[in-house]
C-alpha cells in the first residue's frame, strides 16, 4: 500500500480557488473509487468531488471553511499500489494564465497554527487580508480548524476579545449596532460570487445594449404544442431552447461575441458551448451546453432539463460548468423587463432574455397589441464595439421575430 494525494479539481474558467464546504468520509474512512468525497464550493458550482481512487482516507489537510488554489493537495488516501512518493503534499497543477501561483501547501500539523512559521501558506486568501488590514501576526492567532489552521472566524473572535477590527481597504459598510437588524453570515458561495463579479467588472469595461422584440410566432407556436410536448417528454417546453438555436446561428455570424480576450490576441471560438444561468434559491450557477450549435431542437430541450435539474438537485459535475464560450440569462423567468447582466468571465458577452409582455405597438401603421420581449446584452468593449453588437442583435431580433416551424432544427 502506498499513499496518494487529492487536490482541489479545476471546476470552471477563471476559478482560482475553491472552498471546502463539508467533508463526506472522514479519516480512516474507506472511499470507493467514483464515490463522493469532498463537496466544495466556488462562485461556479456547488459539486460533490468523486474519489479518483479506492482506498482509506488517512488525512484531510484542508478543513470545511478554508479556501484554497486550484491543485492544492486536500487530502491524503491510502491505495493499492501507489507510490509512497505521492504522499508528498503536491506542487499545485498549474491554473489559468490570470490565476495568481499558488503556493505549496504544508503538511499537516498538530499543534495550533501558530507554532509553525509554515502554516502562513496555509491560510485563505481572505484570512490574510483581514491579519493584513488589522495588523495581526499569523503567530497571535490560535487556529481552531484541521490541525490547527486559522481560518477567518479565528481571526475575529481575537479582534472581538481584543480590540476592534480595523476597517478593510476599501471600506465595506460598518456592521449595525441597531437590535432590530440581523446579520446574516456570507455563505462561502456567495463569497465566490462577489469575488468573482468584482474581478469581472474590474477586468472587462463593460458596455450595454437593448432591444424590443415581437415574440409572436414563437408564443403562437409554443401554445399550440406545450400540452403535446410535455406528455411526450415528460418536462414542460420552454422559450429556451428556442432562444439557443437562434444565438447560436446568430454567433457563427458574428463569431466575436463568441470569443475571448488574451494578451496575445482573441481567441475566437468557432463552437458554441452554451452556458444557461439557472437560478437557485440562494445563488446562481451556470451550467454549459456542450456543441449547442449543433444538437437538434429535441436534444437541446433534454440537455437544458437535465443540466436545471441536477443544478437543483446540487448534483453537477465539475466538467457541467467548465468550457462556456457565451452565456445566456433567462432572466423573464423571474419577471425581469430590464437589466444589465455581469459577464461571464472570460467570455465576451451575456445575453439576457427579458419577460414577454403584452403591450400597444404599431403594425402596418395602425396600433395592435403584441407580445414583446426586451433583449439586454452586456458585452466586453475591449473586443466589442456597437457596430458589432448591433449586427449580433440584429441577427437574433430577425432570428426571433421571423421565426417558423421550418427554421426548427430537429
Not at 464550493?41 to 482506498?55: C, H, L, Q, Y
Not at 441597531?178 to 463593460?206: C, F, G, K, N, Y
Request: proline letters at 7%; charged letters at 25%.
Amino acid at each position: 500500500m502506498g499513499r496518494t494525494t487529492l487536490k482541489m479539481p479545476q471546476l470552471g474558467e477563471s476559478v482560482t480557488e475553491g472552498t471546502v464546504d463539508r467533508w463526506l468520509k472522514q479519516e480512516g474512512d474507506m472511499v470507493r473509487r467514483d464515490e463522493p468525497i469532498v463537496e466544495v464550493v466556488t462562485d461556479k458550482v456547488n459539486a460533490e468531488i468523486p474519489s479518483p481512487f479506492e482506498g482509506r482516507l488517512v488525512s484531510i489537510k484542508v478543513g470545511p471553511g478554508e479556501t484554497v488554489a486550484i491543485g492544492t493537495a486536500l487530502a491524503e488516501m491510502e491505495v493499492e499500489g501507489a507510490a509512497d512518493a505521492a504522499a508528498e503534499p503536491a506542487k499545485p497543477e498549474a491554473a489559468e494564465p490570470e490565476a495568481a501561483t499558488p503556493t505549496t501547501p504544508a503538511p499537516r500539523q498538530t499543534q495550533h497554527a501558530a507554532s509553525s512559521a509554515e502554516a502562513g501558506d496555509r491560510v485563505s486568501p481572505a484570512v490574510r487580508r483581514l491579519l493584513q488590514d488589522n495588523d495581526l501576526e499569523l503567530s497571535q492567532i490560535t487556529g481552531t480548524g484541521g490541525g490547527g489552521r486559522v481560518q477567518r472566524e479565528d481571526v475575529i473572535a481575537y479582534l472581538a476579545e481584543h480590540r476592534a477590527p480595523k476597517p478593510a481597504k476599501p471600506q465595506p459598510a460598518a456592521a449595525s449596532s441597531d437590535p432590530r437588524d440581523e446579520l446574516v453570515r456570507i455563505s462561502a458561495v456567495r463569497r465566490q460570487i462577489a469575488e468573482h463579479m468584482v474581478r469581472s467588472v474590474s477586468t472587462s469595461p463593460h458596455a450595454w445594449a437593448l432591444r424590443e422584440v415581437d415574440v409572436t410566432n414563437l408564443v403562437e407556436y409554443r401554445a399550440a404544442q406545450k400540452a403535446q410536448f410535455e406528455a411526450r417528454h415528460g418536462f414542460p417546453l420552454s422559450y429556451v431552447p428556442f432562444f439557443i438555436q437562434i444565438v447560436c446561428d446568430a454567433l457563427m455570424k458574428n463569431p466575436y461575441l463568441n470569443s475571448t480576450w488574451t494578451e496575445e490576441g482573441i481567441i475566437l471560438k468557432h463552437y458554441v458551448n452554451m452556458g444557461i444561468a439557472v437560478a437557485l434559491p440562494d445563488t446562481l450557477i451556470v451550467p454549459v451546453i456542450k456543441d449547442a450549435d449543433k444538437m437538434g431542437f429535441i436534444d437541446l430541450a433534454h440537455a437544458l432539463n437535465d443540466l436545471a435539474t441536477r443544478a437543483r438537485n446540487k448534483t453537477l459535475r465539475p466538467e457541467d460548468v467548465r468550457g462556456g464560450t457565451f452565456t445566456l440569462n433567462n432572466t423573464g423567468a423571474l419577471g425581469s423587463v430590464a437589466g444589465q447582466s455581469i459577464i461571464n468571465q472570460p467570455q465576451a458577452a451575456i445575453l439576457s432574455t427579458e419577460s414577454i409582455r403584452k403591450r400597444p405597438v404599431a403594425v402596418d401603421d395602425a396600433v395592435a397589441i403584441r407580445p414583446i420581449m426586451n433583449l439586454t446584452m452586456s458585452f466586453d468593449h475591449r473586443i466589442i464595439d456597437g457596430l458589432a453588437a448591433s449586427r449580433f442583435l440584429n441577427a437574433v431580433q430577425s432570428g426571433i421575430e421571423e421565426w417558423t416551424p421550418a427554421s426548427l432544427k430537429v
